[in-house]
């Protein structure tokens, strides 16, 4: 299959999203949903910044958001009681801002 790379953004944000309802609802045993919860959710997410990188409209965020998602991604490997595994929340929230303010505006026509 040919997806390009909003489709794989797409995708891989989705797949995050039900990761971290699926651990925030405790479907599963402890352990399934730490995996969910805590882990895969931010591999996942991660993976999303990655892909989304090349494809913002404003240049200077792009190897932010690289950084970003290294964070997300590295720290999702860290024991989730050590003091350094909050580096993956940093990312989550940089990349999100990243993102929101990097999206292209709106141009309102005049009528």
Aim: proline content about 5%.
């Amino acid at each position: 299959m040919n997806f390009n790379k909003t489709t794989l953004q797409g995708i891989l944000s989705i797949a995050a999203l039900i990761c971290i309802v699926v651990g925030f609802f405790n479907l599963f045993s402890p352990e399934i949903n730490e995996l969910l919860y805590q882990r895969l959710f931010y591999i996942l997410i991660g993976a999303s910044f990655f892909v989304q990188a090349p494809t913002l409209t404003n240049k200077n965020f792009i190897y932010p958001m690289y950084v970003a998602a290294g964070l997300c991604i590295v720290g999702a490997f860290m024991r989730p009681d050590s003091q350094v595994a909050m580096i993956k929340t940093i990312g989550l929230f940089a990349g999100v801002l990243m993102s929101m303010f990097s999206r292209p505006r709106l141009r309102r026509d005049e009528q």
